[in-house]
């Protein structure tokens, strides 16, 4: 039987493996709890987040080596195994700082502690011929078998392990996204690479300036080519801190802001409803955007309702409200609503790394319902003459163009605009070209 553990969490690698084998428990479908790095100092804190991003980012890739060398499927492997193999794996392939020895040393003996004293001798073995495996650095990565792309745009040669022969089985590995999205995207793009390639970029901190009150200049951030935008380059806590200090910028990426900045409206509205306020970033877009309007932001999530509190508890215009009240009381009022729905965010993978290896027929099936309903009610919430604007985070035609499609028909609301957001960036790019994917379209009552 697995050993339990009820030590404190102080060493970075027993934290990241801890969390891996929780994942490993619901993978394909990834969870999204946090990481417990107990009250381990900021640098060993750093190297557990490091690892966990590390094996969630390229987790397809890394099975397929470990499975390789260790000649059976790692995912016949109990979870604590998968995730002390995984997370080893990735510091010894993917992360060029760390000592090769004290990677296999310490995964070795928290194998040993956590699972039983037999499965230090096989994490030994395996991640030896791992650490055996990784070869030189390459320029760049064009489909070679015997290589795998890294996040800064080059590649790793692999020595005794090749990728598939199969091209969308190639990607699929390389690139570490399911076999599912892979063949999507073929059909969607014809050469699916590009868009797997860039759910392996370092995403940027990307900030929205276009509402700020007072200059820019002086903060140290870097320009980006949208002119609304600007990228964040220093430390987590003096972004904090920045923040805090200037609530008229915010951090928000160009595919994202584009479904309000490019509202078209006859006149300004008096009560807009934002549907799935979420944490509140739209909701600010739509308060800076129309500052005389009365604003709803809702949800059916009560922690995001009382972030939503927490961010507008000092402004008399932006009120919190659960989904529930809000159909009560607000049918058939506002003028604006925004349905910002839930959706696979295939547009957003480089950022929600524990969303690529979600079942897509099976996601899918379930999404466009909830889709569905809430556009439903957003319908039911418009005044004659409102305007609704629908939008997702993915690149899925059927939540998105089909969707738009379906809205338009059920409700009879003409389609004013829609707009598809493809996703810009490969790994090793300059950031100031940065961009998620989305989709959003616009319909009046």
Known sequence: MPRTTT????????????????????????????????SMDA????????????????????DYI??????????????RMQAVLLGGAAQLLLMDRVPPHAVIDESVEWAKSNIRPGAGGMTNAILRKVARAKGQRTESWDHHLDAIPRSDGTGLQLIGVELPASGLHRVSIACSVSSQ???????????PTPPAMHTLCRTPIVIYVAAAKTPIDELGLVEHESPSHRIYTGKRPELIQLLADRPDIWVQDAASSHVVDELELDTDPGLIVDLCAGQGTKTRQLRARFPNAQIIAADVDEPRLD?????FEHDDQVHAMPVETLMKTELARADLVLADVPCSNTGVLARRREARYRPMKKQLARLILIQRSIATNAYALLKPGGTLVYSTCSLEHEENEDQADWIASKFDLPLLAHRRVDPVGQPGEDSAHYRDGSYSARFVK
Do not use: C, K
């Open 7 to 38: 030590t404190p969490i102080t060493d970075p690698r027993d934290a990241a493996y801890r969390h891996l084998s929780r994942q490993a428990e619901r993978m394909p479908d990834l969870g999204l709890f946090d990481l417990h790095t107990g």
């Open 43 to 62: 640098r060993d804190a750093s190297l557990a987040h490091a690892i966990v991003d590390a094996v969630l980012t390229r987790w397809l890739t890394l």
């Open 66 to 79: 470990i499975s390789t060398l260790g000649g059976r499927p790692l995912r016949e492997q109990e979870p």
């Open 181 to 191: 999205l892979v063949q999507r995207w073929e059909n969607q793009y014809t050469d």
């Open 307 to 311: 972030t939503l509190r927490t961010v």
